[in-house]
């Protein structure tokens, strides 16, 4: 089982660009969580899908986040514009959503608004 | 408004010696909590968790121990080792999928 996989790995733009991020859950977990970590925050939960459904996105800090979800092997945190207050490391996590599951974590996306 | 509050940003511990990490929370209706430990470069990962049915739950150098009273819990592990060496994170959930973490404690075990 490959994990979950998140691209790009690093990602460097200039202030007021549009940044993509991307997940791959792993195969069967039917709930993916996005999460920015920062140093004042820890780690943040910014919106869940179940089944590709958005069930909570109480998290997404304004109107220039956007998540999608169109299948269940992909999803999408966008950021447009982006400012240098998005600058941290963005992860995707995936559970089965059977019970207490634990939730699998990306190796995250490190993102750098200049 | 943080619900889950590591208030330790780091702690150093000679190897073989007990660390201690702690962690406390506000909201009355979390009754499962989760330490999850980070590397550097690379997503957390579950590490062990308990219901709050229990006080107690052991895996192998690692115990958490949980105070429903206090809000409180803290994992231990002993004896430590410089592999331990990462971010703790703990986390707390209720009766939805989501976790709401803490903002991690950086633990050193040094020679």
């Known amino acids: 089982d490959a994990g979950v996989i998140q691209s790009p790995r690093h990602e460097v733009t200039e202030m007021g660009q549009e940044v993509t991020l991307r997940c791959k859950p792993i195969?069967?977990?039917?709930?993916l969580f996005w999460y920015r970590q920062t140093m004042m925050r820890g780690l943040e939960l910014l919106i869940y899908?179940?089944?590709?459904?958005?069930?909570?996105d109480s998290g997404m800090p304004e109107d220039r986040f956007s998540a999608k979800m169109p299948n269940a092997s992909f999803s999408t945190l966008k950021i447009q514009p982006s400012e240098p207050r998005d600058s941290a490391v963005y992860f995707c996590?995936?559970?089965?959503?059977?019970?207490?599951?634990?939730?699998?974590f990306g190796p995250g996306t490190r993102l750098t608004v200049l | 408004d943080q619900q889950v509050k590591q208030n330790s940003p780091s702690l150093s511990v000679q190897e073989g010696r007990i660390s201690i990490l702690n962690c406390d929370y506000t909201?009355?209706?979390?009754?499962?909590f989760l330490w999850y430990k980070k590397y550097p470069a690379e997503g957390p990962t579950f590490l062990i968790s308990?219901?709050?049915?229990?006080d107690k739950n052991e895996d192998g150098r690692f115990t958490v121990f949980l105070n429903k009273s206090a809000k409180h819990l803290s994992l231990h592990i002993v004896p430590s080792q410089p592999g331990d060496s990462a971010v703790y994170f703990c986390?707390?959930?209720?009766?939805?999928?989501?976790?709401?973490f803490g903002t991690g404690t950086r633990l050193q075990v040094t020679l």
């Open positions: 996590a995936t559970h089965r959503d059977r019970g207490r599951d634990t939730q699998y």
């Open positions: 195969s069967g977990h039917n709930s």
């Open positions: 899908f179940n089944n590709n459904v958005p069930i909570d």
């Open positions: 909201n009355s209706m979390f009754d499962y």
């Open positions: 308990i219901s709050s049915i229990k």
């Open positions: 986390a707390a959930s209720g009766t939805a999928s989501k976790l709401t």
